[in-house]
């Protein structure tokens, strides 16, 4: 047979083999949208938004679109008249604005973007069933791949990462953590060191969309470090490969997503010079021990040496910005960090939801199997298997730990659980071998449904994201319809409802739900905590057109208990206030007032 031959009967060969698991994708994936069609009908016929992000990402999209900077993220609408600068980056921009380049090709505007809403989570999901089964291949064998697509699958809590009308980051940053993973284990072989080179790509594009992956990067970062602590010059070309690849695209993502006039600011919210710096320290710091790798023959020198690598790459971050190794939050306003931030739900700690107990063994339990089943494999496992299996339990042991901080961190680090799961549930399946393949693959199949986060929901009857999924009017698309038919105007308004009015209408907004809108946000608390004679001055000070207010919302019921006489409270009682003129709006939920002429 000839050499031609032989790689095409080689590559059919491989399709054969592949065919199961792009069902099981194609399967994953059918569910998936089954399981998310009345949210998707929502999206296509009103538009709806489902989460103030994803209402602030279309309109950054627009602006796109409609000729704004790449590197420019101001938000002109919001907090006016300046605007507001924006922690994100146009990395995530990009597919959006090409998928509804693509759909206005034959749809119109508005129906273009509802296309784009349903595609992209879709494709998203895709990509991480696909990378599911590749991390499964490399961990495990090709065994465990239709497990890791039907575990993930079965990941409830991070379905609303993903579902129809998700057009924030989060998504992509969960498909770029499952990557990263991935080629940092398939690189610790000795003959693929090519792979943690490439592993800084994601890594360094997952830091440049937001810094939420940063916690699980550490881990990955201390990789191949502990790898050549413990292997030495063997191991120095997949340091060397490693710190080279930081080097390319760490600085490459920077000038991406950053403006020149901002190469020197240090942001601890979003990627910046102090982070920028830290990696470049520490990748030069890596390739140097790896080029001296030779010279340190013994544990205790390679040890030195990597700690003197971490010392600098901490003191790169010390010289510039002390205060970004703490609360990334930290300059959040405390007013505002009590009557917004501790009421957004993926925000809270753990124990908040310790009154659903539910909710809480669905979520938390799954992660935590995950990483029992994590450590018993590496227990199991010798050499490079011992050294993935370790790496994977240290991912989601950080990651258990930072959803007792935050809960949201659970959508991120439950499919790293997933794979893990997956690795138990082939080792069963391997025990198994001798009874007959049906009943194997349905025992083991119901057994990943047992300890899934869906299959616990369903036996608890736990409601899930029910919350999240309770629509109130005050967000609903149809709201907004009187409302955007007036000329526009600067509104103060609930935090929020910021993003939804800039999403809705063409209005300006000072308030709106994110951490670096310290002004806008303070003034609506303000104004709404203030009696009304002294709300007066605010709202005259800022030049603010209208006042709304819609009844319900726990940021609104905040307001009204913290100032039982104040502005939002007052209105909330149905009380005229002199200097305020309510606007009739048709089928609207909202108070919306204009501000009279002064005296």
Request: aromatic share 8%.
């Amino acid at each position: 047979m000839s050499a031609p031959a032989g790689e095409a009967a080689e590559v059919r060969t491989r399709a054969r083999k592949d065919a199961p698991l792009l069902a099981a994708i194609v399967l994953a994936l059918a569910g998936a949208a089954l399981l998310t069609l009345p949210r998707a009908r929502a999206v296509w016929s009103a538009g709806e938004f489902y989460d103030s992000d994803d209402a602030m990402r279309a309109v950054q999209v627009r602006d796109l679109i409609a000729g704004q900077s790449w590197l420019d993220m101001t938000a002109r609408r919001l907090d006016p008249p300046d605007g507001l600068f924006m922690h994100w980056s146009r990395i995530v921009d990009t597919p959006l604005a090409a998928l509804d380049l693509l759909f206005g090709l034959f749809l119109a505007p508005d129906m273009a973007e509802r296309a784009t809403r349903l595609a992209f989570p879709f494709l998203c999901l895709a990509l991480l069933l696909a990378l599911a089964a590749f991390v499964a291949r490399v961990l495990v064998d090709r065994s465990a791949r239709m497990l890791a697509v039907w575990l993930v699958f079965l990941s409830a809590p991070m379905f609303m990462q993903f579902s129809p009308g998700r057009i924030d980051h989060h998504a992509p940053q969960i498909v770029l953590l499952m990557a990263t993973f991935g080629l940092v284990a398939l690189g610790l072989d000795a003959k693929r060191p090519w792979a943690l080179a490439a592993a800084a790509a994601p890594l360094a594009l997952s830091l440049a969309i937001s810094l939420e992956n940063l916690p699980f990067f550490v881990v990955l970062l201390a990789a191949p470090a502990i790898l050549f602590f413990r292997a030495g010059e063997a191991a120095s070309r997949r340091l060397r490969s490693f710190a080279l690849g930081l080097l390319v695209f760490a600085p490459l993502t920077f000038v991406a997503t950053v403006a020149p006039a901002r190469y020197g600011l240090s942001a601890c919210d979003a990627y910046s010079a102090v982070h920028l710096r830290a990696l470049i320290v520490g990748a030069l710091g890596l390739a140097a021990l790896a080029a001296v790798a030779p010279r340190l023959a013994t544990p205790l020198r390679r040890g030195v040496g990597l700690c003197l690598v971490g010392a600098a790459a901490l003191g790169a971050v010390l010289a510039s910005a002390p205060q970004c190794l703490g609360d990334p939050l930290v300059g959040l306003d405390p007013l505002l960090r009590d009557l917004w931030l501790a009421h957004v739900t993926e925000a809270k700690p753990l124990k908040a939801f310790l009154g659903d107990p539910a909710l809480l063994v669905s979520t938390a339990a799954p992660v935590l199997l995950g990483l029992v089943a994590a450590l018993a494999l590496a227990w199991r496992a010798q050499g490079l298997a011992r050294g993935r299996w370790a790496l994977l339990a240290a991912a989601i042991l950080l990651g258990f730990c930072a959803a007792l901080w935050q809960i949201r961190v659970f959508t991120s680090v439950t499919p790293l659980a997933m794979i893990a799961l997956a690795g138990a549930a082939a080792a069963i399946s391997a025990r198994l071998a001798g009874v007959t393949p049906l009943l194997r693959g349905l025992t083991v199949g119901l057994l990943c449904l047992c300890v899934s986060p869906m299959g616990l929901a369903l036996a608890l009857q736990s409601e899930g994201d029910a919350p999240r999924e309770t629509r109130r009017a005050c967000l609903e698309a149809a709201a907004f319809s009187s409302l955007a038919a007036l000329p526009p105007a600067r509104i103060v308004a609930p935090v929020d409802m910021g993003a939804h009015l800039l999403a809705f209408t063409p209005h300006f907004v000072f308030a709106a739900p994110y951490h670096r809108d310290n002004r806008g946000n303070r003034l609506a608390v303000d104004v709404f905590l203030a009696a009304p004679a002294e709300a007066e001055r605010l709202l005259r000070a800022a030049g603010a057109g209208l006042l709304l207010w819609c009844d319900g919302g726990e940021t609104g019921n905040a307001l009204v208990e913290r100032a039982p006489h104040g502005l939002a409270a007052t209105i909330a009682r149905g009380e005229s206030v002199p200097y305020l003129e309510k606007i009739p709006l048709e089928r609207s939920p909202f108070h919306v007032f204009a501000l009279r002429p002064a005296p």
